[in-house]
Nanobody, 115 residues
Framework: QVQLEESGEGLVQAGGSLALSCVAS????????LGWYRQAPGKQRELVAR???????TISESVMGRFTISRDSTKNTVYLQMSSLKPEDTAVYYC?????????WGQGTQVTVSS
């Protein structure tokens, strides 16, 4: 099993920045990639960004150029640096751990961007 704990919840004005972090614990070796998804009210959960164990990244077109994903393997932590935030970025952001046998989710952290 893998446990994912997010932090960095916040309210920010449009154009501002916010950083999220997610610490993974447990059977870390079973994880091929860590990432972030988000779900806005009334919408489906969508991929924001993902980073593999060898550092390859996938970034959603909706946030490309504004969000950056990184990881610190020594701390089993993945980060999402968000800048130039827009009201449409408002959502619950979920940390995701992707393995060949199972997918893991954090509890989610609220990001609210005011106009």
């Amino acid at each position: 099993q893998v446990q994912l704990e997010e932090s960095g919840e916040g309210l920010v004005q449009a154009g501002g920045s916010l950083a999220l972090s997610c610490v993974a614990s447990g059977n870390i070796g079973s994880i091929d990639a860590l990432g972030w998804y988000r779900q806005a009210p009334g919408k489906q959960r969508e991929l924001v960004a993902r980073i593999t164990t060898d550092g390859q990244t996938t970034i959603s077109e909706s946030v490309m150029g504004r969000f950056t994903i990184s990881r610190d393997s020594t701390k089993n932590t993945v980060y999402l640096q968000m800048s130039s935030l827009k009201p449409e970025d408002t959502a619950v952001y979920y940390c995701n751990g992707f393995g060949p046998a199972q997918i893991y989710w954090g509890q989610g952290t609220q990001v609210t961007v005011s106009s």
